[in-house]
């Protein structure tokens, strides 16, 4: 069975810093493209960082290049979300799953279900 488990979030005032967890197992790890993801209440959620199957490409939402850095641990089926000069939009809860595209093809139906996310909180 697939499971996310995200940790690490909190509150921290505008120009803080986050460090996000996400432990993953069921699956194969280091064979999939992983995301991390942001929702708030009654949005969508919206991508916010990719990592290639060796970490070695990444690529981030145009809100937070630059700030953000995503990295991964594959003999821990571990990714992680460094999160610097955080704003007030960057608040909502924090998932990971594996890549959009991924979701969305043939083997999307392995990954439908999320983990609880954890919550980020900027404000003053």
């Known amino acids: 069975q697939v499971q996310f488990v995200e940790s690490g979030g909190g509150l921290v005032q505008p120009g803080g810093s986050l460090r996000l967890s996400c432990v993953a197992s069921?699956?194969?790890?280091?064979?999939?493209?992983m995301s991390w993801y942001r929702q708030n209440s009654g949005e969508e959620r919206e991508l916010v960082a990719t990592?290639?199957?060796?970490?070695?490409?990444?690529e981030y939402a145009h809100s937070v290049k630059g700030r953000f850095s995503v990295s991964r641990d594959n003999a821990q089926n571990t990714m992680l979300l460094q999160m610097n000069t955080l704003r007030p939009e960057a608040t909502g809860v924090y998932s990971c799953?594996?890549?959009?595209?991924?979701?969305?093809?043939?083997?999307?139906?392995?990954?439908?279900?999320w983990g609880q996310g954890t919550q980020g909180t900027v404000s003053s």
């Open positions: 799953n594996v890549a959009r595209d991924i979701r969305s093809g043939p083997e999307g139906r392995f990954f439908g279900s």
């Open positions: 069921g699956f194969t790890f280091s064979r999939y493209r």
């Open positions: 990592i290639s199957v060796g970490g070695g490409t990444t």
